[in-house]
């Protein structure tokens, strides 16, 4: 049934060889193996205290600590874990290479049931590993704050502030994110001033925040003052889906005066097309095309109104102010005569707001990772809806938008994170 070197090398511990093998078959469903380990090598054991060496050994006792499965089998590694008699500290616990002080589960356990965390819900996860929901989480937790501490701080020149929906009802998070590598930095309860300044102060050191050029926000007031008072150099790039949203509201607004002032031919084409007509160009396909030519044939203002929308698009194509402003004085031209009072309004909104939409042109953020990282966070939250612990969820969006798991190595390095040898 294979040697104890073969044993030895499967379960991979440098500094612990295998001297025995219980199987327990009892448990059908999770048969368990137990292997007794013992140390291998140096002289002298590592005090818990002080880390020092000793070889006065006062007494020993059988310790388990839960391990990496091995297929079906679950593992149990059984070690006298020393008590000693040590010159600095008095009488202390040994301390082992793999697991921490009083931890009863290895540490690469504990760094499995946290990746498998990041995939799956902590019930499930803790389940698969035969452990408490709770030692589960705590696992969880800890692998979450050890990746986050080793990571390097960055110095992104574009952040991306936002506000997103929490629960049902005007509840919301403040987001920070980093638009260069599009990961979240941190996460405040509401949408005020206060919040992102808090954000911007807290999350970001000096130099940091000396390192910002830009911050992407939508047309929002509060977030507009806070980076002025907390980042004066940086300036303000209004996303431009947010912009866009503005001009979709514009036209379906445009669509129930329509439906008011045309009556029976609206009635007629126009029903049921709200998501139609909001669709880009583009994204429409065969006979809905029909069906929105259909409906712009009967009715001019719609149609006008909806090449206007997509006109919008071409803002974020010019690379000098004074272009996007040309584009922007022909848009307004084309309205004018048109007698649609919502896209006159969407277009005041656009004029006032100008300098933060042509900032893209000196500050080329990427948009796109805006949406990537938002569509990204309400995954997170949905999952994690009840979740009290706020420095938990930062951690988790964290990972989520970080995606440090891209190739085998990446996984093997999470699993195996440690320097494999004990002595120090
Ligand atoms: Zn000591």
Redesign the pocket.
């Known amino acids: 049934m294979g040697s104890r070197a073969e044993f030895t090398k499967v379960l991979g511990l440098v500094g612990y060889r295998v001297m025995a093998v219980e199987w327990d078959e009892t448990a059908a469903a999770a048969p368990r193996l137990r292997l007794r380990i013992e140390r291998r090598g140096l002289r002298g054991y590592e005090?818990?205290?002080?880390?020092?060496r000793?070889g006065h050994v006062r007494d020993a006792t059988a310790r388990t600590w839960e391990d990496l499965p091995w297929a079906s089998y679950r593992v149990t590694l059984v070690y006298r874990q020393r008590r000693?008699v040590?010159?600095?500290?008095?009488i202390?616990t040994e301390r082992v290479a793999f697991a921490d002080g009083h931890a009863r589960m290895t540490r690469r356990l504990g760094r499995l049931i946290g990746l498998d965390c990041q995939s799956m819900p902590t019930s499930h996860a803790a389940v698969r590993h035969g452990v408490s929901w709770s030692k589960a989480r705590r696992a969880e937790r800890a692998f979450l704050a050890a990746w986050d501490a080793g990571r390097p701080k960055r110095r992104p020149p574009h952040l991306g502030a936002d506000e997103i929906q929490r629960g049902k009802g005007q509840r919301f998070w403040t987001v920070l994110s980093d638009l260069v590598h599009g990961e979240v930095l941190g996460l405040a309860r509401d949408r005020s001033e206060a919040s992102l300044t808090t954000l911007l102060t807290s999350r970001l050191d000096a130099r940091q925040r000396a390192a910002v050029e830009a911050v992407c926000i939508d047309m929002h007031r509060p977030y507009r003052n806070a980076i002025a008072a907390v980042l004066p150099r940086a300036a303000v790039v209004f996303d431009k889906f947010h912009v866009l949203q503005h001009a979709a509201t514009a036209l379906d607004e445009v669509r129930r005066q329509e439906f008011f002032r045309a009556g029976a031919i609206m009635r007629a084409y126009g029903r049921g097309k709200r998501w139609l007509l909001l669709r880009r160009w583009k994204t429409v396909r065969g006979s809905k095309r029909r069906e929105l030519e259909q409906l712009f044939a009967a009715n001019r203002r719609l149609f006008k109104a909806y090449v206007l929308r997509e006109q919008l698009d071409r803002l974020w194509t010019y690379t000098t102010r004074e272009r996007v402003a040309g584009f922007l004085f022909g848009w307004l031209k084309a309205l004018r005569w048109q007698r649609l009072p919502e896209m006159e309004k969407l277009g005041d909104v656009l004029v006032g707001h100008f300098d933060g939409i042509a900032a893209s042109c000196d500050h080329p953020v990427r948009f796109g990772v805006v949406e990537a990282v938002n569509t990204t966070i309400k995954a997170v939250l949905r999952r994690a809806r009840g979740m009290r612990d706020e420095a938990f969820l930062v951690l988790k969006l964290k990972w989520a938008t970080a995606r440090p798991i891209r190739t085998v190595r990446d996984y093997a390095r999470f699993l195996h994170a440690e320097p494999l040898h004990s002595n120090r």
């Open positions: 005090c818990g205290g002080c880390r020092g000793t000693l040590c010159g600095q500290c008095g202390r």
